[in-house]
């Protein structure tokens, strides 16, 4: 618990885990917690660095702006959601493929 | 000096905040808040040349900046910079902001759009007094594209109207031709000398770097922003069309201070010009001005022969920095900004008085700008008339008006420089031709609309004297071409030494010695030629006007017969040298053209054949080298390379899904594999 | 005994975030995200930051899962709920994920780290507080800008079109 590669290890398994639930979660807001995982993962990884780097604080503070911007993110990713919804009657995300058009 | 600069840029902004957001809520949808922060900034303004007039210090400067983005050792600054000709810049843009603000008042009374036109007159204001104090040429090349941006929003402010919603259009584009060049020109200028800071430029080429032909390239581009602001010829074409905008807009951008911006950054940027750049930036002002008032004659649309004047006296200020008396284009930009004014607010104030007597007897189909429905405006108009006819005589350069002092000093500097070079004759001729038309064409507009029987009798009872609002900047802004203003404290009519001399004193160019004329060669040959200018000027003048007077007024001259006897001259003018109807058959149809048959590449051919065909043409070929040697050499084998193909074929076309998650996935894949190969 | 816990905490932390991905039910997906969320905040104060882990708790926890709370309610109907065909290209996504975790493995544990010695703060708020206000003061006032306008599009993109 007093490595740095401890903490980096998990963080990458957090990151790994959120992507893999990016990539295959059909449901939109599943991919949305996907993408929280992988946030925080980015952000474990600041803290870290901080507490290994001979307490630089500037990792907590980068923190702090990386959960401003996934609160937004949140905010306007569920509004988008709730968008689609009302648009196709489903959140499944491949089932919303307009692009292909 | 600083901090009254800081106010003099800031609270316009701060004015178009207040207006945009609460402009419709405050009483009288807030007018008051920009003509306060106008009427500040002038105050304050007028504070800054009381300082340097009593400082009296031509080498008078100071800077301040901050550093915007720091890359390493690519480092982006923005700054201020003040010296004498920023503030008189200062004054004349708050001066006649000031006016358009309040003629706005009583002019756009009504408007639904009321507030937005304040809010947008607002933003201009920062813009224009961020490109006259700018001290580099990034933040000066954002504000001119700020001010580019007020000038689109106010000439197509009655959007609804689709001749404006173009005008605005064409205005932008044409300026973005023009900005294509200024934009590579500054980055000519800071790939060689890795700094936009003006004085670290001047520094840079003084050492000689960058030199020759890269430097007069760097100039020309430059120079092609001026174009494209300042309506040079070939990009004039917005100019007149700008004129659907609203009148003080047309005082305040479209003759008084945006298109002065080209030939202020020309002053500006005067000292690291080469010797050929300036020859043709001489030619390209001189050939405008004398093209611009030929057009002008002919013109029926009051705005229309304001536009095509200013046209020809923004000539005459580039033409005066490309023979080196910048200081002479320079003070013609001060003097004309003041009487042009003027003459649009008088326009605005006609336009004014004939909408106001259309609305009385219901009728529309008249075109109140046309002058052709005006006449005998005098009498029930009595100061628009006067302040128009001052300014008239101001523009057609007639002694103790500003005008004569200022186009005075860029003849003799046209002249002294054909002295210099003969070769050159043509850039006298064009100015001194041009200041021949001049008072022809302004005598034309004042005698039509004013002297001249009723055109519309009907018409005529419903003429009113404009109100007091709009009467005010007409009246201090035509006080203001006495020549005094501008020649204290010597009081010689026919010599523009004075204050504003001592002032702005003309620079040497940064190139090394003997490639550029110096300052002092140039006032001495100025100094030379200012006795026979001044005859030869003041008898064009008087001819001009006479030719005025005979045709327009006494018609001794019948103008119908002149114009059917010079037939083809008559109808180029008439159509502008058919410039639109060229640009509109030799470039832009054919610009269309292109486009439409780069588009049918891009998706008939490259998009439909070759993306989506990649799977199609490869089974296709697939198929065919399979029938062909079907009964050939090896089935197996063939056959084999085309179910292949076929089979790739399809799996690429499955790559193409539509699906995020599919894309992402392959994003991942692809950055895994970039790893893998980067590693190994 | 400390150690044991860290153990603890990291399993617990990332089998919670395994059952999000995993998990049928996006309800629990949900509350796994929770889960996982909490673990997180708990490694911070192993970590030496405090106050991370509070603001963690409050945004995350209290904010962000609430949100993706209210919004599964929105979205999906009880009845609708296809349970079988909840995942897409699980094969090549899972080839991917592990391809890139073993890459980052091998980097964590090739790179020479360079740790520097520290002692525990008594507080780290202080020292935010101050660098939030001095160093990274634009960044910070950016951030606020951000969120006002996340506010502002996510209420304008929500809204019922009339």
Same mark, same amino acid.
């Given at each position: 618990?007093?490595?740095?590669?401890?903490?980096?290890?998990?963080?990458?398994?957090?990151?790994?885990?959120?992507?893999?639930?990016?990539?295959?979660?059909?449901?939109?807001?599943?991919?949305?917690?996907?993408?929280?995982?992988?946030?925080?993962?980015?952000?474990?990884?600041?803290?870290?660095?901080?507490?290994?780097?001979?307490?630089?604080?500037?990792?907590?503070?980068?923190?702090?702006?990386?959960?401003?911007?996934?609160?937004?993110?949140?905010?306007?990713?569920?509004?988008?959601?709730?968008?689609?919804?009302?648009?196709?009657?489903?959140?499944?995300?491949?089932?919303?493929?307009?692009?292909?058009? | 000096?600083?901090?009254?600069?800081?106010?003099?840029?800031?609270?316009?902004?701060?004015?178009?905040?207040?207006?945009?957001?609460?402009?419709?809520?405050?009483?009288?949808?807030?007018?008051?808040?920009?003509?306060?922060?106008?009427?500040?900034?002038?105050?304050?303004?007028?504070?800054?040349?009381?300082?340097?007039?009593?400082?009296?210090?031509?080498?008078?400067?100071?800077?301040?900046?901050?550093?915007?983005?720091?890359?390493?050792?690519?480092?982006?600054?923005?700054?201020?910079?003040?010296?004498?000709?920023?503030?008189?810049?200062?004054?004349?843009?708050?001066?006649?902001?000031?006016?358009?603000?309040?003629?706005?008042?009583?002019?756009?009374?009504?408007?639904?759009?009321?507030?937005?036109?304040?809010?947008?007159?607002?933003?201009?204001?920062?813009?224009?007094?961020?490109?006259?104090?700018?001290?580099?040429?990034?933040?000066?090349?954002?504000?001119?594209?700020?001010?580019?941006?007020?000038?689109?929003?106010?000439?197509?402010?009655?959007?609804?109207?689709?001749?404006?919603?173009?005008?605005?259009?064409?205005?932008?584009?044409?300026?973005?031709?023009?900005?294509?060049?200024?934009?590579?020109?500054?980055?000519?200028?800071?790939?060689?000398?890795?700094?936009?800071?003006?004085?670290?430029?001047?520094?840079?080429?003084?050492?000689?770097?960058?030199?020759?032909?890269?430097?007069?390239?760097?100039?020309?581009?430059?120079?092609?922003?001026?174009?494209?602001?300042?309506?040079?010829?070939?990009?004039?074409?917005?100019?007149?069309?700008?004129?659907?905008?609203?009148?003080?807009?047309?005082?305040?951008?479209?003759?008084?201070?945006?298109?002065?911006?080209?030939?202020?950054?020309?002053?500006?940027?005067?000292?690291?010009?080469?010797?050929?750049?300036?020859?043709?930036?001489?030619?390209?002002?001189?050939?405008?001005?004398?093209?611009?008032?030929?057009?002008?004659?002919?013109?029926?649309?009051?705005?229309?022969?304001?536009?095509?004047?200013?046209?020809?006296?923004?000539?005459?200020?580039?033409?005066?920095?490309?023979?080196?008396?910048?200081?002479?284009?320079?003070?013609?930009?001060?003097?004309?900004?003041?009487?042009?004014?003027?003459? +649009?607010?008088?326009?605005?104030?006609?336009?004014?008085?004939?909408?106001?007597?259309?609305?009385?007897?219901?009728?529309?189909?008249?075109?109140?700008?046309?002058?052709?429905?005006?006449?005998?405006?005098?009498?029930?108009?009595?100061?628009?008339?006067?302040?128009?006819?001052?300014?008239?005589?101001?523009?057609?350069?007639?002694?103790?008006?500003?005008?004569?002092?200022?186009?005075?000093?860029?003849?003799?500097?046209?002249?002294?420089?054909?002295?210099?070079?003969?070769?050159?004759?043509?850039?006298?001729?064009?100015?001194?031709?041009?200041?021949?038309?001049?008072?022809?064409?302004?005598?034309?507009?004042?005698?039509?609309?004013?002297?001249?029987?009723?055109?519309?009798?009907?018409?005529?009872?419903?003429?009113?004297?404009?109100?007091?609002?709009?009467?005010?900047?007409?009246?201090?802004?035509?006080?203001?071409?006495?020549?005094?203003?501008?020649?204290?404290?010597? +009081?010689?009519?026919?010599?523009?030494?004075?204050?504003?001399?001592?002032?702005?004193?003309?620079?040497?160019?940064?190139?090394?010695?003997?490639?550029?004329?110096?300052?002092?060669?140039?006032?001495?040959?100025?100094?030379?030629?200012?006795?026979?200018?001044?005859?030869?000027?003041?008898?064009?003048?008087?001819?001009?006007?006479?030719?005025?007077?005979?045709?327009?007024?006494?018609?001794?001259?019948?103008?119908?017969?002149?114009?059917?006897?010079?037939?083809?001259?008559?109808?180029?003018?008439?159509?502008?040298?058919?410039?639109?109807?060229?640009?509109?058959?030799?470039?832009?149809?054919?610009?269309?053209?292109?486009?439409?048959?780069?588009?049918?590449?891009?998706?008939?051919?490259?998009?439909?054949?070759?993306?989506?065909?990649?799977?199609?043409?490869?089974?296709?070929?697939?198929?065919?080298?399979?029938?062909?040697?079907?009964?050939?050499?090896?089935?197996?084998?063939?056959?084999?390379?085309?179910?292949?193909?076929?089979?790739?074929?399809?799996?690429?076309?499955?790559?193409?899904?539509?699906?995020?998650?599919?894309?992402?996935?392959?994003?991942?894949?692809?950055?895994?594999?970039?790893?893998?190969?980067?590693?190994? | 005994?400390?150690?044991?816990?860290?153990?603890?905490?990291?399993?617990?932390?990332?089998?919670?975030?395994?059952?999000?991905?995993?998990?049928?039910?996006?309800?629990?997906?949900?509350?796994?995200?929770?889960?996982?969320?909490?673990?997180?905040?708990?490694?911070?104060?192993?970590?030496?930051?405090?106050?991370?882990?509070?603001?963690?708790?409050?945004?995350?926890?209290?904010?962000?899962?609430?949100?993706?709370?209210?919004?599964?309610?929105?979205?999906?109907?009880?009845?609708?709920?296809?349970?079988?065909?909840?995942?897409?290209?699980?094969?090549?996504?899972?080839?991917?994920?592990?391809?890139?975790?073993?890459?980052?493995?091998?980097?964590?544990?090739?790179?020479?780290?360079?740790?520097?010695?520290?002692?525990?703060?008594?507080?780290?708020?202080?020292?935010?507080?101050?660098?939030?206000?001095?160093?990274?003061?634009?960044?910070?006032?950016?951030?606020?800008?951000?969120?006002?306008?996340?506010?502002?599009?996510?209420?304008?993109?929500?809204?019922?079109?009339?």
């Amino acid at each position: 618990m007093d490595h740095l590669q401890t903490y980096l290890v998990i963080a990458s398994l957090l990151f790994v885990i959120g992507l893999v639930g990016v990539i295959t979660r059909r449901n939109a807001i599943a991919v949305l917690m996907g993408v929280e995982l992988i946030l925080n993962a980015a952000n474990l990884n600041f803290v870290a660095f901080a507490r290994f780097g001979g307490i630089n604080l500037s990792g907590h503070v980068f923190s702090v702006f990386v959960m401003i911007m996934a609160a937004a993110e949140a905010a306007v990713a569920l509004a988008i959601i709730i968008n689609i919804y009302h648009l196709f009657h489903t959140v499944n995300v491949d089932e919303a493929d307009e692009l292909k058009q | 000096m600083i901090a009254a600069a800081l106010i003099i840029l800031f609270l316009p902004l701060l004015g178009f905040i207040i207006q945009l957001f609460l402009g419709r809520r405050l009483p009288r949808q807030g007018d008051f808040v920009g003509i306060g922060m106008v009427l500040v900034t002038l105050v304050t303004a007028i504070g800054m040349l009381v300082i340097i007039l009593i400082q009296g210090d031509p080498d008078f400067r100071r800077e301040v900046a901050f550093t915007w983005l720091n890359l390493g050792s690519f480092k982006i600054e923005l700054g201020l910079l003040i010296d004498n000709i920023t503030v008189i810049m200062l004054v004349v843009v708050a001066l006649i902001s000031s006016a358009s603000h309040i003629y706005s008042t009583r002019y756009m009374e009504g408007d639904p759009g009321y507030s937005r036109y304040f809010a947008y007159l607002s933003i201009f204001t920062f813009s224009m007094n961020g490109i006259v104090l700018a001290n580099n040429l990034v933040s000066l090349y954002i504000f001119w594209e700020l001010v580019g941006l007020s000038s689109y929003l106010l000439i197509g402010f009655w959007y609804s109207k689709d001749s404006a919603a173009a005008a605005g259009k064409k205005a932008f584009l044409t300026n973005r031709v023009g900005d294509l060049g200024f934009f590579i020109g500054i980055m000519l200028l800071f790939t060689a000398v890795g700094s936009f800071n003006f004085n670290e430029i001047f520094h840079s080429v003084g050492q000689g770097t960058p030199s020759g032909w890269l430097l007069t390239l760097a100039g020309l581009g430059l120079f092609c922003g001026a174009v494209g602001k300042s309506a040079q010829v070939p990009l004039h074409i917005w100019l007149p069309d700008a004129m659907e905008g609203p009148t003080p807009v047309s005082a305040l951008i479209h003759a008084a201070t945006m298109v002065a911006a080209g030939v202020y950054l020309l002053v500006r940027l005067f000292p690291i010009l080469t010797p050929d750049a300036l020859t043709a930036i001489a030619y390209v002002g001189g050939f405008t001005a004398l093209f611009a008032a030929t057009i002008a004659i002919t013109q029926n649309d009051i705005k229309r022969v304001l536009a095509y004047s200013t046209l020809s006296q923004l000539g005459y200020m580039v033409m005066a920095v490309g023979t080196g008396a910048y200081v002479a284009g320079f003070f013609h930009l001060v003097t004309h900004a003041m009487f042009k004014a003027t003459l +649009f607010y008088g326009a605005g104030s006609v336009i004014h008085a004939m909408h106001h007597a259309l609305d009385e007897i219901g009728n529309h189909s008249i075109d109140p700008q046309d002058m052709r429905n005006m006449g005998g405006l005098r009498q029930p108009m009595p100061v628009t008339y006067r302040a128009m006819l001052i300014s008239t005589l101001a523009i057609s350069g007639v002694p103790l008006f500003s005008g004569f002092i200022s186009k005075d000093a860029i003849l003799a500097g046209s002249l002294a420089f054909a002295q210099h070079s003969p070769g050159h004759f043509l850039i006298p001729f064009f100015g001194f031709t041009a200041a021949l038309i001049t008072p022809i064409y302004m005598f034309r507009l004042i005698f039509l609309t004013f002297h001249h029987r009723p055109q519309k009798p009907q018409l005529h009872s419903g003429i009113q004297e404009s109100p007091m609002e709009m009467k005010l900047p007409m009246v201090v802004l035509s006080v203001m071409t006495f020549f005094l203003f501008y020649t204290l404290p010597s +009081f010689n009519p026919l010599s523009d030494a004075g204050w504003f001399t001592s002032l702005v004193v003309a620079r040497d160019a940064v190139l090394p010695p003997g490639v550029a004329l110096t300052a002092h060669e140039v006032a001495e040959g100025i100094h030379h030629a200012h006795l026979p200018t001044i005859i030869t000027s003041l008898s064009l003048a008087g001819i001009g006007m006479l030719l005025g007077w005979l045709i327009f007024l006494k018609q001794k001259i019948s103008a119908d017969n002149l114009a059917e006897r010079s037939g083809l001259l008559y109808r180029l003018s008439f159509n502008k040298f058919y410039v639109d109807e060229i640009y509109q058959r030799y470039l832009y149809r054919p610009f269309l053209r292109l486009a439409e048959r780069v588009g049918f590449i891009d998706w008939d051919i490259y998009d439909q054949r070759f993306i989506d065909g990649i799977g199609r043409q490869g089974s296709r070929l697939a198929h065919f080298i399979g029938a062909v040697d079907w009964e050939g050499l090896d089935k197996k084998l063939v056959n084999g390379i085309g179910r292949g193909l076929q089979r790739a074929g399809q799996g690429l076309r499955q790559v193409q899904t539509g699906q995020l998650q599919n894309y992402l996935l392959f994003a991942f894949l692809a950055l895994v594999i970039i790893i893998i190969i980067q590693v190994i | 005994m400390t150690t044991i816990i860290f153990w603890l905490l990291a399993g617990f932390t990332l089998a919670a975030a395994v059952m999000v991905v995993v998990s049928r039910r996006l309800m629990y997906s949900a509350v796994s995200l929770l889960f996982t969320l909490v673990g997180i905040a708990g490694l911070y104060i192993f970590l030496w930051a405090d106050f991370i882990a509070v603001v963690q708790i409050v945004i995350y926890v209290g904010g962000i899962t609430v949100l993706i709370l209210f919004g599964i309610m929105l979205t999906n109907r009880i009845e609708s709920v296809n349970i079988s065909h909840d995942r897409v290209q699980m094969r090549y996504g899972l080839i991917g994920g592990s391809g890139l975790l073993i890459l980052l493995l091998i980097m964590i544990f090739r790179t020479p780290w360079q740790v520097l010695p520290a002692v525990e703060p008594a507080s780290t708020i202080d020292v935010i507080g101050r660098m939030l206000l001095i160093d990274y003061l634009l960044p910070f006032e950016v951030a606020s800008l951000l969120l006002l306008a996340a506010l502002i599009g996510a209420a304008t993109l929500a809204r019922r079109k009339r």
